[in-house]
């Protein structure tokens, strides 16, 4: 099926500004309240949400088979699961829809009461149920970063590094959409120099700059995705902030790895970006520095050149361009990451969350972590109003903002936005 929707000199009958990150290009996902206070899936051009219950109720669907109920849900996750050609469909249709030569919705003023919204006069739920989540391990920069602080130079990637994705699962009841508040966690830490553990706040609260990719369900138990086959099976990605506390996983993670450290919070983008709209910025990742194993050995252009950035606005102050890096960067790309998750027979689901791990690149603007940004709060960065950080504190906001862009178009994933707030007291 032939991918319309990015047809990059189509042009739509709303009023976009030149630079958005959802032109008529993108059409992304995501599941959104109403001002009549109805959740409903979605998707946008430029600032109006796109109603697609409505849409469909109205008959604009006609021709696509799909459920009756498929868009009057509160997640995407039935959506996602009709796989990948009648999400080609739906998206071709939406820009055949909205193109500026298509009067089948542009003169129906009172139809569009019904399926155009202002993006101010919805609130973003989170787009998928997620049942699952994994994290992964997969830029090398970040890994030698890490290493190099808590292990030396000598030891900075660990002997299976090179060889296989590293990841870890996490918890996906602490995951939400952004523009929701983050409590910093307590817990357990060690003082450098003692010999028992305290409880407290932690105070090394970090940011990990990230992107993570949803899945359909893919496979039953036993049964395995192949690198060549894995694609098939990704609806698309979105922005994700892994707040980390470092303090608390420096003294949990041996031997099993983070655990409270990283369940307090993820932060998501609340508009999920296909592949299908990725693909005029598809490029090639890293050469593999050591021999892979067949079912690792990917080729072509299996990755996307999405620039990322990050700010840090204290209260009350001046945002603050930290961080500039970019998705291409990983190491191990997202096919190889599903084929490694699945190569035991474990089952992939509709709205499962593959987190990239900290993207970071070479130069230290590019890192993707306060940790390495500041080394470890040895070298703190300096912010505007000459106030400095060596990790987030209480009610800093940081933002990241992921997008592409060549000649032709522009395809973003719009701001995920998040403020840091103090412990949550008990009430006595």
């Known amino acids: 099926m032939t991918l319309s929707a990015n047809n990059p000199n189509r042009k739509t009958w709303l009023k976009t500004a030149k630079d958005t990150d959802f032109p008529i290009q ?38 696509i088979a799909l459920p009756d109920d498929v868009f009057l849900q509160d997640s995407l996750n039935d959506f996602i699961s009709l796989g990948r050609k009648r999400w080609r469909q739906i998206r071709n249709r939406i820009a055949e829809i909205f193109d500026e030569e298509n009067q089948e919705l542009k003169n129906q003023e009172n139809h569009q009461e019904k399926i155009l919204f202002s993006i101010k006069e919805i609130e973003m739920q989170m787009p998928v149920v997620v049942g699952d989540y994994t994290d992964f391990y997969s830029s090398k920069e970040h890994a030698e970063n890490v290493g190099k602080m808590f292990r030396g130079a000598e030891n900075a990637l660990l002997p299976n590094w090179l060889h296989m994705p590293v990841a870890y699962h996490g918890r996906s009841s602490s995951i939400i959409p952004g523009g929701i508040p ?71 993670y041996v031997p099993l790895g983070p655990f409270l450290a990283k369940n307090f919070a993820s932060s998501i983008s609340p508009w999920v970006v296909t592949l299908d709209a990725l693909e005029p910025f598809r490029t090639t990742g890293p050469t593999p520095e050591k021999e892979q194993l067949e079912y690792l050995k990917s080729s072509g252009k299996k990755t996307f050149d999405i620039n990322l950035e990050v700010r840090l606005t204290p209260k009350n102050g001046e945002e603050n361009l930290i961080v500039e890096s970019n998705f291409k960067y990983l190491y191990w790309n997202m096919s190889q990451q599903l084929a490694h998750h699945s190569i035991t027979g474990c089952p992939i689901r509709s709205g499962d969350m ?41 009610y800093d906001t940081i933002s990241m903002h992921a997008f592409c862009e060549n000649k032709e178009v522009k395809i973003g994933f719009g701001e995920l936005k998040t403020q840091l707030l103090p412990v949550l007291e008990k009430s006595k």
């Open 26 to 63: 993108n059409i992304p996902f995501g599941v959104f309240l109403t001002p009549d206070d109805i959740i409903t899936v979605g998707s946008r051009i430029g600032d109006y949400a796109i109603d697609l219950s409505a849409l469909h109720q109205l008959g604009y669907f006609k021709g």
């Open 182 to 252: 983050v409590r910093r966690p307590q817990g357990q830490k060690m003082l450098k120099g003692k010999e028992n553990p305290i409880f407290g706040p932690s105070e090394n609260v970090d940011f990990e700059l990230e992107m993570a990719f949803i899945t359909t369900d893919a496979n039953v138990m036993g049964e395995s995705i192949s690198v060549e086959e894995a694609e098939e099976h990704i609806f698309g990605m979105v922005i994700f902030n892994d707040w980390s506390a470092r303090d608390l996983q420096r003294w949990e």
């Open 354 to 394: 593959m987190g990239s791990g900290t993207i970071s690149g070479k130069e230290k603007n590019s890192f993707g972590s306060m940790l390495e940004l500041t080394w470890n709060g040895e070298n703190p960065i300096i912010l505007k109003d000459n106030s400095t950080r060596k990790f987030i504190k209480d």
